[in-house]
């Protein structure tokens, strides 16, 4: 539990969101606008192969044709982008030719975001530390690589990770050295005319992560990624991807931040996963872009697609997210479960403060047979904040015996914010099961008077007792991002509390 | 929000519905509804602006009104020879009633049957009470429907003729229920009608109003009718709804409810005919403390589509919902759920309970369900559930390991699962009819035993 004392100190680092300073490194930016010859600027600076410029241009095209969607529930509404005023490419100048040439700034702004030490010495280049901070973490350590802007800086532990055979890079990294297995899943689970933002993204994506898992192997630590949204006038359009071969395992951080500014930036990522036979992959974010301000002035546009296919039978794909930045967010990381026996999950927790908006829940849809999935939804409305989870459960026809339960809870505290739940539930084969269940309430009652009773302030009792209704997703995290994850909440919500 | 995505009507049948408008209107002078007119301008407006909608339009994902945009639908022709004999059959058995008959969508005075009720209360036909002056029906009739974002209320509406109004004074009470008996013949081969039907219970009085809705040789009709209830404080109003029609009908129904501090509405509905029905159930509660109950069964076999939206509003402190809709889907039926329960900013204290439950018979039946909360009020509880599933195959082996074939554990076990529904209902006869009903409908219906049969109206009647 994070006692008073903690919570005013990290709400002191809140009132300046934490994460809202700007790094001044020497950037080069493409000119805004987005258009058939900034795609090629993107492309040539990363010196891609002519297929996938030749994919850029064709998802561009698409994309021209295509209309905002207009089905979201944001009460506020929100100002959409001008795409023609962003710029699509920002870079630091120098790439490092080695770790040791990296950027002092950059390194001091992962220091700033609270990267693990070890790691840090990594990224600085440090002999020997990628051995330590293994050692240093009995559990395996955490590989990191990191998205500043439009590209990946720094990525850790490569060579440990090559000796078993995984490739974790940074995509553009992939494109060049594993182009086949990049052009097999690339747009495989999000085609490139899949929706507005996964489509512009298809035609803009700057980089992101990629990660193979060879048949058979288990991966030996964390993967992570950070992304940071450090330029103005830039929107941020990672790609990540995600192949675990038959038999495999891999669990994978995302975390990401940005500074604080009086206009909004759009964030529009996709991240595809694909597990084979017995593969597994587990997804966890956390996801504190900046919110903007208490008038809802300024803050991060997270219009995200994240989709896995469970392609191979006794496949399984769990998505964990804690969800407390942004202005607006749109995300549903979904499943796609094909192969029979396979399982989706999905654990989240969306907690909306200020004037925050969410439109966040998850997709499942049932092709194969005895498939099942799991869905455990939090959502946590304060100030003047408005939750919604949007859900799908579909059966296909041929989804005989596939099980679903769906529980989303939310919880109000004060009178100025909403909670609203708007799941879909398509069923066509009568074997299959599809159980939804919800409810909204306030904070229990009973159950503050319980802890203030026995001399808990009624702060702490209501960060103990939104991390209790929380605690079934936070179990779901890999323990450092679940510690994370209680901090982040207890300093989200403070100030609600009346 | 959520912008709606509508055809604009196309010539072909823009000209249907302006024929009909200017039909109607021709007609109001004669029927005396001509102070209606100025409404159903404007809310003729409002549908030509808005349209048909598609299935692009949110509230109608699941449900096609192509037809309704590709037919030439007339006015129905009047005169259809119906005698008594022929509306027998849809007498409900054991109910005493006010009877109210509607022959393609005119009062027939010569069937109907409205026996003695108490001064301060009237039961007849709106078009009758217009003739008669009582234009008070004015300070009602389209209160509480929203004729600028509803295109099927704007429609009916801008087309409305006539329909039953029940008015009760303030604390009086209606003993028997009314029953108003909606017949489609031949007249309403490709026509349509508008029903428009208005309850309005004044403080603390009571009744009961039975909507039923038959064919008598009717086929390929569109039925598209709008019911307003208005309960004042403290009122108590049971309506039902029983949707028993051709299966080539078309069939779209309103409930639109405005509720008084401490009243109580209970909503029942039915759907067991039509080949698309959409049932719309949509109170409002305004008042504090206010209750109400709604309930639902739908029966889908064949092709049909039974589409329920609910949309319940609670916008006043301390008000208490409930809603428990089921669906039994068989051959390849489509079966539609929407219920969304809006909490205000003044709906503090509200406790709302949602509850949808769908059973799929067949390889081809589909359910789609979306329970919907959406919430502006901190102190609340509202919790809704949607299962779907089959026949729990675990109840039909525990049946069978006592000695009952297969085919009759699970039409027991369907039978049960839908009188869970008609059991909320009080009006005894009507939970008969639809044990009836409910059991011809079963799947293995002739194999159940008639002592079964016998069995469970026994035990209806007891109650």
Redesign the interface.
């Known amino acids: 539990m994070t006692t008073t004392e903690e919570v005013a100190k990290l709400t002191h680092e809140k009132r300046d969101y934490k994460y809202g300073f700007v790094t001044d490194v020497d950037q080069e930016f493409a000119p805004p606008g987005l258009s058939e010859d900034i795609v090629r600027f993107i492309s040539d600076k990363k010196g891609e192969p002519e297929w996938l410029l030749e994919w850029r241009l064709k998802s561009l095209r698409h994309w021209q044709t295509m209309e905002t969607p207009?089905?979201?529930?944001l009460?506020y509404g929100y100002e959409e982008p001008d795409y023609q005023a962003i710029s699509y490419y920002a870079a630091p100048k120098e790439k490092p030719k080695s770790l040791d040439e990296l950027d002092p700034a950059i390194l001091e702004t992962y220091n700033k975001l609270g990267i693990p030490l070890a790691e840090q010495k990594v990224l600085a280049g440090i002999e020997g530390a990628a051995a330590s901070a293994a050692d240093a973490r009995g559990m395996g350590g955490v590989a990191v690589d990191a998205v500043f802007d439009s590209v990946s800086v720094a990525t850790t532990f490569q060579d440990e990770l090559a000796k078993h055979g995984i490739v974790f890079c940074p995509i553009s990294e992939a494109v060049q050295s594993h182009p086949e297995l990049v052009k097999k899943y690339l747009g495989s689970v999000v085609p490139y005319s899949d929706n507005f933002y996964a489509t512009l993204n298809s035609a803009v994506f700057s980089d992101g992560s990629f990660v193979y898992i060879p048949k058979g192997v288990r991966c030996p630590m964390e993967l992570s990624t950070y992304f940071r949204i450090n330029a103005s006038n830039t929107g941020q359009f990672e790609r990540t991807l995600i192949v675990a071969d038959e038999g495999s395992y891999v669990s994978y951080l995302e975390g990401c931040t940005a500074p604080m500014r009086d206009e909004n930036q759009l964030h529009a990522a996709v991240v595809e996963l694909v597990a084979h036979k017995d593969a597994q992959i587990k997804y966890s974010t956390i996801q504190n872009w900046y919110p903007g301000d208490e008038t809802g002035k300024g803050g991060i546009f997270n219009f995200v697609t994240k989709r896995g296919l469970c392609e191979g039978d006794h496949s399984h794909i769990s998505w964990t997210q804690v969800e407390t930045g942004s202005a607006v967010t749109w995300k549903y990381p979904s499943c796609i479960l094909k192969g029979d026996h396979s399982k989706g999950e999905f654990y989240s927790v969306a907690l909306t403060n200020l004037r925050q908006q969410a439109d966040t829940g998850t997709k499942m849809v049932h092709i194969g047979k005895n498939t099942t999935s799991h869905i455990i939804s939090k959502g946590i409305s304060a100030g003047e904040g408005h939750n919604t989870y949007r859900g799908l459960v579909q059966?296909n026809?041929g989804a005989a015996n596939a099980k679903n339960f769906t529980q989303c809870d939310?919880i109000?505290?004060?009178?100025k914010?909403?909670?609203?739940?708007?799941?879909?539930?398509?069923?066509?084969?009568?074997?299959?099961?599809?159980?939804?269940?919800?409810?909204?309430?306030?904070i229990a009652e009973d159950q503050l008077f319980y802890c203030t009773a026995r001399g808990i302030e009624e702060e702490d009792a209501v960060s103990l007792l939104v991390n209790g209704f929380c605690k079934e997703v936070f179990n779901e995290l890999p323990m450092e991002f679940a510690v994370e994850a209680n901090k982040l909440l207890a300093v989200s919500l403070e100030g609600s509390v009346g | 929000m959520t912008e709606t995505t509508i055809d604009k009507p196309t010539d072909a049948y823009a000209d249907t519905y302006a024929n009909a408008f200017a039909a109607v209107v021709a007609h109001a002078e004669g029927n005396g509804t001509a102070p209606l007119n100025a409404l159903r301008q404007a809310a003729f407006d409002d549908f030509a602006r808005l349209g048909i909608p598609t299935t692009r339009h949110e509230d109608w994902r699941y449900t096609n009104l192509r037809k309704l945009a590709n037919t030439a639908f007339t006015r129905p022709q009047t005169g259809a020879e119906v005698t008594a004999d022929d509306i027998a059959p849809f007498m409900i058995a054991g109910l005493d009633a006010h009877l109210i008959v509607f022959v393609d969508g005119y009062y027939r005075e010569d069937l109907s049957q409205i026996d003695e009720h108490p001064e301060g209360t009237a039961i007849g036909s709106i078009a009758e009470a217009y003739q008669k002056g009582c234009t008070g029906i004015g300070d009602y009739l389209g209160k509480q429907v929203d004729t600028a974002n509803d295109a099927l209320g704007a429609l009916n509406t801008a087309l409305m003729e006539d329909g039953v109004a029940v008015y009760l004074k303030a604390g009086k009470k209606i003993d028997k229920p009314v029953h108003v008996l909606s017949i489609a013949t031949a007249h309403s081969n490709s026509a349509m009608t508008h029903p428009r039907n208005l309850i309005v219970a004044g403080e603390g009085a009571e009744a009961t109003v039975i909507e039923h809705y038959v064919s008598l040789g009717g086929e390929n009709y569109f039925n598209n009718t709008v019911t307003e209830l208005f309960a004042a404080d403290h009122a108590v109003v049971h309506h039902y709804m029983l949707e028993r029609e051709a299966e080539s009908a078309t069939n779209i129904s309103t409930l639109a409810i405005h509720q008084g501090e401490r009243s109580d509405v209970h909503s029942h509905t039915v759907l067991l005919g039509g080949e698309l029905v959409r049932n719309n159930v949509r109170p409002v509660m305004a008042g504090k403390d206010a209750h109400c109950l709604i309930n639902g069964l739908f029966v889908g076999h064949g092709a049909q589509t039974l589409d329920n939206a609910m949309r319940v509003e609670h916008a006043a402190p301390n008000c208490r919902s409930r809603q428990f809709y089921k669906g039994i889907m068989n051959d390849q039926s489509h079966g539609v759920f929407t219920g969304r329960i809006i909490v205000q900013e003044d709906g503090q204290q509200t406790d709302a309970i949602q509850s949808n439950r769908n059973m799929l018979l067949s390889d081809d039946a589909r359910m789609n369900a979306r329970p919907q909360l959406e919430i502006y009020a901190d102190d609340v509880r509202c919790t809704h559930g949607a299962t779907t599933g089959q026949v729990d195959p675990e109840a039909v082996f525990y049946f069978r390991a006592r000695g009952l074939p297969e085919d009759v554990a699970r039409a027991m076990l369907i039978y049960a699962f839908a009188a869970e529904g008609f059991d909320r209902m009080q009006l005894v006869p009507v939970r008969a009819l639809l044990a009836d009903e409910m059991i011809a409908k079963l799947p293995m219906a002739n194999k159940l035993s008639a002592e079964f049969n016998e069995e469970i109206k026994e035990r209806l009647y007891r109650i």
């Not at chain 1, 109000?412 to 009178?415: F, H, K, Q, S, Y």
């Open positions: 207009s089905w979201e529930f009460p059966m026809k939310s109000l505290i004060g009178d914010c909403g909670a609203h739940t708007f799941p879909y539930i398509d069923v066509r084969n009568p074997s299959a099961s599809a159980e939804h269940e919800a409810s909204t309430t306030k």
